[in-house]
């Protein structure tokens, strides 16, 4: 979907969120070829969780990534992935207790999100909060599927470039997607900093868009900015008061500043993708209008003045 070169009206506004389906935005089986027996990947507590016990494991022979039916469809744009998400997340309550339950349909929905190419894992809402020491079974299950939901998005949105260590190799270079050795990278016992800055050589770019194969900078910095993200957000409530879609007005300015806080260095062009990524949108806005928008929201909140035409 193609912005307009004009600042949008409520109307447009409207229109673009209509078509985002998401919530609060940001502040994501081939022939196995892999013959390396899986190791036993035991989980345990970090140093600020020194009372938690550490009996958990996942057993790598019982760790699979299960059939999902319909994500071959040629009709897969048409699927409501969010939908599915959404009545998994209420199911759970936010909650991973009994995630194993649900699991298929939780995958159901991340793999057809990967396969529509709109919304970057990072960005995607309703999301089940990851814990920081996983230390039961339900916990440990999500978070390597987490990590395998964000090779498959790099596989789909093109990221083809050999990982840096040799049994992994040819996972994202393939042309199809190795599910099993995609569930053995995640069961390695290697320390998710070597496997994102050595493995797998990240641009920054990429690392925006992933919600658990993220180095330690990328991690801190996005601890800080969600710390920061209410503050804007309050800030863009004054400015956009009275208006009847002020909701959907504040959403986007939270995103051009996100962006901004992000990726700002690079060009307007990857800016642009970046934002359609954030926001669900079919189409990135072209370089011109991308950076006149932006460069409203910036005044926008720099001034804590509206810029924004009010409908006819």
Not at 261 to 273: D, E, L, M, N
Request: aromatic share 8%; with cysteine.
């Amino acid at each position: 979907m193609h912005i307009t070169t004009e600042q949008p009206s409520d109307a447009d506004v409207d229109a673009i969120l209509a078509e985002m389906g998401l919530g609060d935005g940001p502040p994501a089986p081939a022939t196995p070829t892999s013959a390396t027996p899986r190791r036993s990947v035991a989980l345990r507590p970090g140093p600020s969780h020194p009372g938690r016990k550490a009996a958990h494991t996942v057993d790598p022979a019982t760790y699979a990534w299960p059939y999902l039916d319909g994500i071959d469809d040629e009709d897969i744009d048409e699927v409501d992935a969010v939908g599915k998400l959404t009545i998994v997340a209420k199911a759970l309550h936010g909650s991973l207790t009994g995630y194993s339950k649900y699991r298929e349909d939780w995958l159901s929905g991340q793999v057809t999100l990967n396969l529509q190419g709109k919304v970057a894992p990072l960005y995607r809402r309703p999301a089940l909060r990851p814990a920081k020491i996983p230390v039961t079974r339900e916990e440990a299950l999500y978070s390597l599927d987490r990590q395998v939901i964000d090779l498959h998005w790099l596989h789909c949105t093109g990221f083809r470039f050999p990982i840096g260590q040799t049994q992994f190799a040819t996972l994202l270079t393939d042309e199809n997607f190795d599910w099993d050795l995609a569930c053995d990278f995640a069961l390695s016992l290697v320390k998710t900093e070597i496997k994102v800055t050595q493995w797998l050589s990240l641009d920054e770019l990429s690392a925006w868009e992933l919600a658990s194969l993220q180095a330690t900078a990328t991690r801190k910095r996005l601890f800080d900015l969600r710390k920061q993200e209410p503050v804007i957000r309050q800030r863009l409530t004054t400015v956009h008061r009275g208006r009847p879609n002020a909701a959907d007005l504040i959403q986007l300015d939270v995103t051009h500043w996100w962006v901004k806080s992000t990726i700002g260095v690079h060009s307007a062009t990857a800016r642009a993708k970046a934002f359609a990524l954030c926001l669900g949108l079919d189409s990135p806005p072209t370089a011109a209008v991308f950076a006149r928008q932006a460069t409203a929201a910036e005044k926008r909140l720099a001034t804590g003045k509206s810029t924004v035409r009010a409908a006819a």
